[in-house]
C-alpha cells in the first residue's frame, strides 16, 4: 500500500457533516491539507496536495502576480502543509524564473519538501518547428542541461524527482526509451533521486516500466477529460503516483452544470468541488494546483476536508 495517513507538526481539520450542512473551508491559520499521504518513489512521503509554481512566472503566456505576492505564496503553501511543489527550469518568463523564487522563497528547504522537476520537449518554442528526432530537449545533451539547470537554479545538488515530458507531435518518430535511459544514466550519477514520466501514453508508460524505476506519471486529466482514465488505474495498480496537470481547467457546459450543482450542495466552489472528486477518483493521485493568489491557494488547499458523497460522485460521472 502507498497510501497512508501522517500528520505535519500543527493542527489538522478533519469534520463529518450531515446531509445538506454546507462546506466550511477550516480556519485557514490551521494545517488543512488532507492528512493522506502518498510515498513517491518508496521513500518520499507527500501530502496529497501539492502545488504547482508555473502559474507564478506567466510562462507560457497569461498574467502572473508581483514577485513579494509569488514568494508569500509559497511560503503560505508550506504553512499549509502543501510538501510537493511541481516545477521546470522552462517555467521562465521575462526574467522571472520558478525555480528562482522557489529558492528564494523556501531556501533552506524543509526536511519533508519534496520538489518535482521536468525536462524533455517544450510546449511551445523554437523546438516545436523542428522533426521529433531533433527536439533540442529531448537529446542526451539537451537532457543533461536540463537537469543542470534545475539543480543550479533550485541550489540543490539532487532533484528529488525528474519528469521526462514527451511531445506533442510526431510520437512515432521520437521514442521514449532513449531520453529515459539518458535520465536514467543521469540518476545512476547521483543528480536525480527518482524518475517519472509526462505527457505519455498508455503504452509509452508501460514502455517507461521497462526501462527504469518510474514514481510518477504527469498527464492531463480531469473531471471533462477523462481519456486517462484507465491509466490512472494501472498506476494505482503499480503503486505509482498519477499527477493530473489543468486538474480544473476546460470543463465542458453539461460538466459544469453538474459541478455547480454538487457545489451548491456543498457551499463551495467549482474548482473545490473538481479537485475533491480528483481526491475520491483514486488514492493514487496527487494534485498539483497552480496559483498566483494567496486566496485561491487556500480555497485549492481547504478542497482537501470537502467529502463528495456518493449522491455527488454519481452526479459527476
Known amino acids: 500500500m502507498k497510501l497512508s495517513s501522517g500528520r505535519r507538526p500543527g493542527k489538522v481539520v478533519t469534520r463529518r457533516r450531515r446531509r445538506g450542512v454546507p462546506f466550511t473551508p477550516p480556519p485557514l491559520g490551521w494545517v488543512v491539507v488532507t492528512t493522506e ?3 513517491l518513489g518508496g521513500d518520499l512521503g507527500v501530502a496529497r496536495i501539492g502545488y504547482g509554481a508555473m502559474k507564478l512566472t506567466g510562462w507560457p503566456r497569461g498574467e502572473r502576480p508581483g514577485r513579494e505576492t509569488a514568494l508569500a505564496v509559497l511560503r503560505r503553501a508550506v504553512e499549509l502543509g502543501v510538501n510537493h511543489i511541481d516545477t521546470s527550469h522552462y517555467y521562465s518568463r521575462d526574467g522571472v524564473a520558478a525555480n528562482e523564487l522557489i529558492r528564494e522563497a523556501l531556501s533552506p528547504y524543509p526536511d519533508d519538501l519534496v520538489i518535482v522537476t521536468k525536462v524533455g520537449a517544450l510546449v511551445e518554442g ?4 523542428r522533426p521529433a528526432a531533433e527536439k533540442t530537449g529531448l537529446t542526451p545533451d539537451g537532457l543533461r542541461r536540463g537537469v543542470e539547470a534545475n539543480l543550479r537554479s533550485l541550489g540543490v545538488d539532487r532533484l528529488d524527482v525528474v519528469n521526462l515530458r514527451m511531445g ?9 526509451a532513449g531520453p529515459l535511459e539518458t535520465l536514467l544514466a543521469l540518476r545512476e550519477e547521483g543528480l536525480i533521486r527518482h524518475l517519472g514520466v509526462s505527457n505519455v501514453t498508455a503504452a509509452e508508460f508501460e514502455q517507461a516500466r521497462t526501462i527504469a524505476p518510474i514514481a510518477c506519471v504527469q498527464n492531463l486529466y480531469n473531471l471533462a477529460r477523462r481519456d486517462d482514465d484507465p491509466l490512472v488505474d494501472a498506476c494505482a495498480e503499480a503503486g505509482i503516483a498519477y499527477v493530473p496537470f489543468f486538474p ?13 450543482a454538487v457545489a451548491a450542495r456543498h457551499g463551495a466552489t467549482v474548482p473545490q468541488v473538481a479537485l475533491a472528486w480528483l481526491l475520491a477518483r483514486s488514492p493514487n493521485i496527487l494534485l498539483i494546483s497552480g496559483t498566483g493568489s494567496l486566496a485561491h491557494l487556500e480555497e ?4 482537501g476536508s470537502l467529502k463528495l458523497t456518493a449522491e455527488d460522485l454519481a452526479d459527476l460521472d
Not at 126 to 129: F, H, I, K, R, T
Not at 168 to 176: E, K, N, V
Not at 300 to 303: F, K
Open 126 to 129: 523554437a523546438d516545436l518547428a
Open 300 to 303: 485549492n488547499v481547504a478542497a
Open 248 to 260: 480544473v481547467g476546460g470543463f465542458q457546459p453539461l460538466t459544469a452544470a453538474r459541478l455547480d
Open 168 to 176: 506533442d507531435l510526431d510520437r512515432d518518430q521520437a521514442p521514449l
Open 37 to 39: 499521504r502518498w510515498t
